[in-house]
Each structure stands twice: as C-alpha cells, then as structure tokens.
C-alpha cells in the first residue's frame, strides 16, 4: 500500500530520478516487452525480417560475431522462434478478468450501497468495462506492476468526468521515501516522442517525410501531494546530440491533497516496490527453447534429402537420380553409396518436451489451460479433475487476486474521493469501502450456477445477493 508523503521535489532531483529510470528501469522492462510481442524490429544479416526474440539466438545461429575472421561469422542459418510466452501471459489474464469483477459497497444504509456501486460501476465502464481491467492485468504481467493514475476532467459529466490512465510502467518513474520503500513523495509520467524536422522548409518534404534527422521531446508530467507540474525537454536524434535545459511550462494545484496514483504489484515482492514479473522467468527457458528448434530446422535442412556418393562411373554427375535410373561402366570397383536422410533423434524431442515442461512450471500455465487437451480428454469428465489438473494455473491465480484485489480497493477508495472533492458524487470518507467479489474462473454450466444458488438460498444467504451473483 502506498502511503501518503509530504516534500517537494527539485529540478536536480527530478533529472536524477529520469536519469535513473532511462538508463537503468527502462531497457530491462523494454526488454520484457519485447519478449512479449516479440516483433519485427529490424532486419537480419540475410535480409529478411529479424524478430525480437532473436536477440537470445547463439551467433552460430544469427551471424553475429565480434571477431573478424572466425569461422560462423555472416553465416546466417535456419532461425525458428515460437513465442511461447504470449499465450501464457494471455491465458494468466483471462482466469484473472475473463468474466466481470463485481464491487460491492460497505455503506450503510443498503440504499446507499446501491448508489456507490452504481456510481462505480459507472466509472469503470466510462473507462473501457472488462477491457481496463484486462489491459491492467496484462502490463502487470509483463512488468511485475501496473500503476491507475486517477485525473478529473473537466468534459463530460458524472462519472465521464473521471478518467483511469493505466500508465505503462516504461513512462511511470515513482520517487519513493528514501526511508520506506512504500512511501510515495512523488509520481512523475515521462514521455519521449520523437518529432520531424524538415531542413528544407518545404511543403513537399513534409508530405514525402524527407530531410531533417528530427529531435526527440521529451514530455514529464510530475504529481506531488501539493501541485502537479509539467515540465520540457528536447534531446537531439543523433548520436550525442545534447538536450536542452528541461523547464517548467505549467504548474496547477492537486487539490485531492495526495498522489492519484494506485500502484498495484503483480505478485508480491518483499521489501521492492515492483512486483514479480510472469514474463521475466521465461526469457532463459524462451531462449534455450528457440536455440533447440533452430537447431532441430538446421538438422531437417541438412538431413531431409539423401544424398549419393557415386565412385568410379562416368558421368554420374551429369544423371539425374531417379526412379528406374541405370548407370553401367567397367569398373569393378565402381559403387554408389547413400548417406544422410532424417533420422530419428529421441534425445533431441526428449530435451525440446523438457523445456517445455520447465516452462508450463515456471508459468503455473499448460496447454490444457489455452484448450490444447490432445489425449487428455478422459481424464477431464468433471469439474474436479480439470481442477486438479489446472491445479497450479488456479494458485496462482488466487495469489495475484490477492494484490489486485487490494488495489481495486485502493483505486475505489481514491475515485471517491476524487468525485467528493471536485463535486462530481458527494460522499463520506466512511462510504469509500469496498469488497471485491471474484467469480469463478473455470467455465461452469447454467444449470451448475443454479444449483448454487439454490443451495446458498436454503443456507440462508439473501436473496438479493443471490440474484446479484447470477447477473440479475
């Protein structure tokens, strides 16, 4: 939980803090999500398109290599990625927000309950419904946290007026106390765009996107308890261009008295303000997976086609081997000999499954998890044996419920508090609290939720709160 402090924050502080996070934050979590999208970012020493992942590919493999004159270097071979992190991360927010989280409000009387939750439900469906919360579980996962910046616009009204920036963890640069780490004394959102120049002037090069090596402006919005500031900058695009002096362009009173900031861990990390990434554990097995396939397409390349030896008959190089193909000579020692073909490689397919394996392990994710059952479908002819198979995907998931969970508390607690003060939804400090309710994430019959609700009836629990959970 992030707790409220006072202090400003200096221009010097502020740069060392960006500093900080441009040199030391930003390049391991760009990494991250790179392994994540794994896209095309440029091209390979063949030419064709190089993707992300590549970058973990032994220079056997790529081409690369430092020194001039060893042998492998610009051979580029057969290169295979299979990006087996993405469907993991996925299948991790789907269990997590496939179905719709309902928040239910402590206020007193029921009345009034209705009317928080009302104006919640409000709030997070102006800001995008399930896709928010999706959008939040997924850059948790690649990043190990996620931050909510909560602003108060002036277009709109009612719950339009509040908005939830889900602030990518690249652009967030938290300044923490620098006696508690949970300690929030400032929050700043950075942002480096590129912008064009054109040397010529011209209308046409404009058009054409021509000339000019262009600047990159960078752009840093920083909160504190008391204001938030705006501040400019601008870095050359070239190797070594300088930057200018960042300044301040404009400065308003945070009238909410505290950061809008709900920081949100992935997992728990103890004694560390990031949380623990799903993403980050997978990039050694990620990589030793894409080196074995690339080998086993070098090996298939190498080995698909036999190939003949043929000793002492003219002119065999001139025929073509075939079918009912005859060579004749008068050598006696004259022989064709055939080597090579695909062979079967046990312990080749036994290390691929392995990492696999290792991986299923270190994500708490399976194939069956994303719908590939194969051979497996006998054993799941109920709900407790697909539980017990997706037995680790389920604890998992139940642990990260546990910090999201509290942050969507947190974030409740905040828009109130928001709303009171800028008079969009008048409320008490004793109104804000809130219980989340998470539904089930394994998929379950209409006829099974029925039954549920029939038995709950008969133990006692309220009718409405029954009817609330079957979506009526």
């Known amino acids: 939980m992030i707790e409220r402090s006072t202090g400003g924050i200096g221009l010097a502080e502020l740069e060392r ?43 056997r493999l790529t081409g690369r290599s430092g020194v001039a004159g060893v042998a492998g270097a610009g051979v580029v071979r057969e290169r295979v990625v299979e990006n087996d992190i993405a469907w993991r991360v996925q299948t991790l927010v789907e269990f997590m927000f496939g179905k719709a989280v309902r928040v239910h409000s402590a206020a007193e009387p029921d009345a009034r309950a209705r009317q928080v939750e009302a104006f919640l439900h409000a709030v997070f469906e102006a800001n995008g419904g399930v896709h928010f919360f999706q959008d939040m579980a997924l ?24 908005r939830l920036e889900v602030v990518e963890p690249v652009r967030a640069v938290p300044m923490l106390d620098g006696d508690d780490y949970r300690r929030l004394r400032a929050y700043a959102v950075h942002v480096r765009q590129r912008v064009r120049e054109d040397a010529a002037g011209g209308w046409l090069s ?17 909160w504190t308890d ?38 949100i861990q992935n997992l728990p990390q103890p004694f560390h303000f990031e949380g623990l990434s799903d ?7 990620q990589d030793e997976l894409n080196t074995r396939l690339s080998d086993r397409a070098n ?50 397919d036994a290390h691929i499954q392995q990492i696999r394996a290792a991986m299923d392990k270190a994500s708490g994710v399976t194939a069956v998890a994303a719908g590939l059952v194969e051979g497996q479908v006998g054993n799941l002819t109920s709900g407790a044996a697909l539980r017990v198979v997706l037995m680790g995907l389920l604890a998992k998931t139940k642990k990260k419920r546990v910090t999201y969970g509290a942050g969507l508390k947190q974030l409740c607690e905040l828009v109130l508090h928001a709303a009171d003060v800028h008079g969009v939804f008048a409320n008490e400090a004793d109104e804000r609290g809130v219980t989340v309710d998470w539904p089930d994430p394994l998929p379950d019959s209409e006829m099974e939720r029925l039954r549920q609700a029939r038995l709950k009836l008969e133990v006692g629990v309220g009718r409405e709160q029954v009817l609330r959970e079957l979506g009526y």
Request: aromatic share 8%; glycine share 16%.
């Open 17 to 59: 803090e960006l500093t900080w996070h441009e040199r030391g934050r930003r390049p391991r979590l760009e990494r991250l999500w790179r392994y994540f999208r794994n896209p095309v970012v440029g091209a390979g020493a063949d030419g064709r398109g190089r993707l992300a992942q590549e970058e973990g590919l032994p220079a």
């Open 139 to 162: 850059l948790g996962s690649v990043y190990g946290f996620v931050d909510v910046l909560v602003r108060v616009v002036d277009e709109g009204d009612g719950a339009a007026r509040i």
């Open 206 to 222: 404009r058009v054409l996107g021509v000339g000019g090596g262009g600047r990159f402006v960078e752009r840093t919005e920083v």
């Open 226 to 263: 008391e204001a938030v500031r705006w501040y400019r900058g601008e870095r050359g695009a070239v190797a070594g261009g300088g930057r200018t002096a960042r300044r301040l362009v404009g400065e308003e009173v945070n009238w909410l008295g505290r950061v809008p900031v709900v920081h």
């Open 279 to 285: 993403v980050e554990p997978l990039l050694p097995l």
């Open 299 to 348: 090996r298939v390349t190498f080995q698909s086609f036999k190939m003949y030896l043929g000793k002492g008959i003219e002119g065999f190089t001139e025929r073509p081997v075939g079918p009912g193909q005859m060579w004749s000579t008068d050598n006696p020692d004259a022989s064709i000999e055939a080597f090579g073909g695909d062979a079967a490689t046990p312990s080749e």
